[in-house]
T-cell receptor
Framework: ETGVTQTPRHLVMGMTNKKSLKCEQH?????MYWYKQSAKKPLELMFVYNFKEQTENNSVPSRFSPECPNSSHLFLHLHTLQPEDSALYLC????????????FGPGTRLLVL | QKEVEQDPGPLSVPEGAIVSLNCTYSNSAFQYFMWYRQYSRKGPELLMY????GNKEDGRFTAQVDKSSKYISLFIRDSQPSDSATYLC??????????????FGEGTQLTVNP
């Protein structure tokens, strides 16, 4: 595997379900990011981790819970989501201090019913 | 007012045309300017990266930054059908105090017709 990978690529869940999104980077980076991409809206930064420490939480609702066990892996745990949370969730990585050059994964397309 | 304004298009051009994509911004602290290309069902990929004002050329692509006008452009020469994608501008301020935040435009959807 190369670059940034994300699983699953597609996810359909009910509002009472609990699911997790996984991201893995194979680039030796030490910063990882979660973004939300909705139609007709700019990418929204959700969370930032530097060296496994969360350094930014962009006022994200608590139904989204990130986890970063090491510099290569990032998870987004989902529970009791709302239909408006349906979107493409993108993971990215970079070297810390070089956030201008972020490398993105292919995203997880999430549909909340 | 949005920090970054980008015309969402869609923009449709014939093959071989010169394409001009633009973004305006309001935050004078922005120093780093990026263009990402996003194909359908893929994540964004970094296309061009420019620091401060000036031009940068890479093959058929030229990025321009005019900080005095708070205006950035991406030009694509001899456009190809494979250039059909959504183009996102992004920018950030400098220094550790800026955190890790990139501010993105909405994206412009481009179609190059054979």
């Amino acid at each position: 595997e190369t670059g940034v990978t994300q699983t699953p690529r597609h996810l359909v869940m009910g509002m009472t379900n609990k699911k997790s999104l996984k991201c893995e980077q194979h680039l030796g980076h030490n910063a990882m990011y979660w973004y939300k991409q909705s139609a007709k809206k700019p990418l929204e930064l959700m969370f930032v981790y530097n060296f496994k420490e969360q350094t930014e939480n962009n006022s994200v609702p608590s139904r989204f819970s990130p986890e970063c066990p090491n510099s290569s892996h990032l998870f987004l745990h989902l529970h009791t989501l709302q239909p408006e949370d349906s979107a493409l969730y993108l993971c990215a990585s970079s070297q810390r201090g070089s956030q201008e050059t972020q490398y993105f994964g292919p995203g997880t397309r999430l549909l909340v019913l | 007012q949005k920090e970054v304004e980008q015309d969402p298009g869609p923009l449709s051009v014939p093959e071989g045309a010169i394409v001009s994509l633009n973004c305006t911004y309001s935050n004078s602290a922005f120093q780093y300017f990026m263009w990402y290309r996003q194909y359908s069902r893929k994540g964004p990929e970094l296309l061009m990266y420019t620091y401060s004002s000036g031009n940068k050329e890479d093959g058929r692509f030229t990025a321009q930054v005019d900080k005095s006008s708070k205006y950035i452009s991406l030009f694509i020469r001899d456009s190809q059908p494979s250039d059909s994608a959504t183009y996102l501008c992004a920018m950030s301020a400098s220094g550790e105090t800026s955190g890790s935040r990139l501010t993105f435009g909405e994206g412009t959807q481009l179609t190059v017709n054979p």
